[in-house]
Structures are given as C-alpha cells and as structure tokens.
C-alpha cells in the first residue's frame, strides 16, 4: 500500500514566458471562527487516520528519533540508497493518468529561491494552523542548511512552492477554484487532489521548468486536513523534502522516511545525508545513474564526515 506519493510533471506554463507568479487566492471564509461541519465522510476519514496512527505507533512505528542506534549505515548503504531515491522515478504520467511505475530517470533538483507558501482551508481550526505553520517554518530553515538553497516563508502570491492542507470536503469543492489564481495547480494536479484516494496519506506534485527538464519550477503538496499530529508532522517532512528533488521510496531504504512501511515518521540523519549528496556540487543535474555512480561513493563519504555525531 502506498501511504504518500509524489509526480513529476512539466510546468508548460513556464514555457517561453519566464517564472509565472500566481494572483492572491480567496481566503477561507472568516465571518465565523467555527470550522464548517465536515460531511461524513470527511468525518470516516479523519477516524480512520487517528486510528492508523493509533495502531502504527503500537506497532512501534511512527518512530522520530534522529540517528537509531538500531540500524547502522555506510557510505555503500548511501551510495544504493541515493541512487534508488533521487535517480529513479516512482510515478509516471500515461495519457493522462498517473501510473505506479519505477522508471530510471536522471537528476532534478531546485536552481532558483524556494518560496514556501501555505493555504488552509476553512476545516482547519486557528489553532491547528498556528501549529503547521510553526511547523512549516522549522523544517523550512533546516531544508535550508542541509541543502544549501535559499528557502524563505513567502506569502501565497509570491510562492512557488505552496502546502495545501486540505480536507476530503475541501479537495473536490476548493481546488478547482484554488486553480484559478495558482498556475502551479495544473489540471492533472486538479483531478490528482479532486479524486485522491484514503490511502493516500500526502502527496507532492514536482513541476519540472519546460526550458530545462533537469530544475524545478515549482511545487504543490497536498496534506489531508483530517491527520492526526504525528501523521501531520510525517506528511510535511516527507513531502517537502521530496519536493526538492529525493522522489522516490524504496521496501529496503532505512533508517528513513522514503519508506512506505512508515517505520520512521520524520526526517532522520541518513535522510539529511541524501539531501546534502542531492546539492553536493559534484552532482549535476540532469545526471542519469551511469553518469552519477562513479562519483556517488566519494560523495556520500564526504556527506558522512560533514555529520559525525
């Protein structure tokens, strides 16, 4: 079962008329602090996902420690890890629908200032969006250090990177009107959202620059409104950072988020270490797995060494 998931698509919007910048979309309705009532089915869901987390960490799952004594890695662990993360896609777009497919791809990543934005729709409670915001921030200074990007909190007009925090309700009634005044929100991304199935946890939709298919222009990541805590705070540190160029998961990556037996809920050092190989100046973008292996080894021992602990 897949629990997240994150598609490639080119932005065409960027084609031949430089970075497009979306107009101010509508805020929530504010007459009223109450949040509207969910439906029911809303409601299923938001049961289901406190009940999962509820289980998941039972098992002893949903785990958030840094660097797990209980699962050592090497360079060469890197090394396989970083090529099945960042040189491989996980989803494919065929005539129009998204298919569960790995694909040899070749490296993408960000060459331009990460504009962080966030939307919340009116299911979100003021207090809860307080908490996500903080969260938001957080892990945007710490994507930052790690990658070396220029990563700021903008406002949603000036965002090229934007967190919707969405409800069942607010996925099929908001996003199509959201679409209007957000160029990043293509219309597969509509209907991605619109239809986006309980199993589906979170998702990120990378947007490739039509002029150089190897950077990102931009980003859209989709956070089910109805998560509980942990579930929230997994969803933002696996999206984001998978947003910025590490797209796929693998059964046998650990100690790590780019797993979907969700064993690890947050950003672990072995994940920061991909994360630095990622921006490593050694690496280009646009590198297939040939090009990047004969480097990747050197590259993941100097990542190592960078974070003794």
């Not at 331009?112 to 921030?137: H, L, M, N, W």
């Not at 209007?180 to 309980?198: C, D, H």
Request: aromatic share 8%; charged share 25%.
């Amino acid at each position: 079962m897949r629990f997240s998931r994150i598609l490639i698509l080119v932005f065409l919007g960027l084609l031949g008329c430089g970075e497009l910048t979306p107009k101010v979309p509508p805020a929530p309705p504010s007459k009223s602090p109450v949040p509207p009532v969910a439906s029911e089915e809303s409601q299923r869901i938001e049961a289901y996902y406190a009940s999962f987390q509820t289980r998941l960490i039972a098992q002893g799952k949903l785990r958030q420690e840094y660097a797990p004594k209980d699962v050592p890695f090497d360079a060469d662990d890197l090394v396989a890890n970083f090529e099945q993360v960042a040189l491989y896609d996980e989803y494919i777009l065929d005539d129009g629908n998204v298919i569960e497919r790995k694909t040899i791809s070749f490296l993408h990543r960000w060459n331009k200032t990460v504009r962080v934005g966030t939307y919340f729709g009116p299911s979100v409670t003021p207090e809860q969006k307080q908490k996500d915001i903080a969260s938001v921030r957080r892990f945007s200074k710490r994507l930052a250090r790690l990658s070396g990007l220029k990563i700021q909190i903008s406002n949603l007009s000036n965002a090229n990177f934007i967190l919707l925090f969405l409800n069942r309700d607010e996925q099929i009634s908001l996003t199509p009107k959201l679409a209007e005044n957000i160029p990043q929100l293509l219309p597969t991304v509509v209907t991605e959202i619109q239809n986006s199935p309980r199993n589906i946890f979170c998702a990120a939709y990378a947007l490739l620059d039509a002029d150089n298919l190897a950077d990102y222009s931009g980003a859209v990541i989709l956070i089910k409104g109805e998560h509980a805590p942990v579930m929230r705070k997994s969803c933002i540190h696996e999206e984001m950072t998978q947003a910025l160029g590490l797209a796929n998961d693998g059964p046998d990556i650990r100690p790590s988020i780019f797993n979907d037996d969700e064993e690890f809920a947050t950003l672990t050092r072995h994940d920061e270490m991909l994360l630095k190989m990622l921006y490593d100046p050694r690496l280009k973008a646009g590198m297939t797995p040939d090009l990047a292996r004969p480097i990747l080894k050197q590259v993941a021992e100097a990542a190592l060494k960078q974070s003794r602990i």
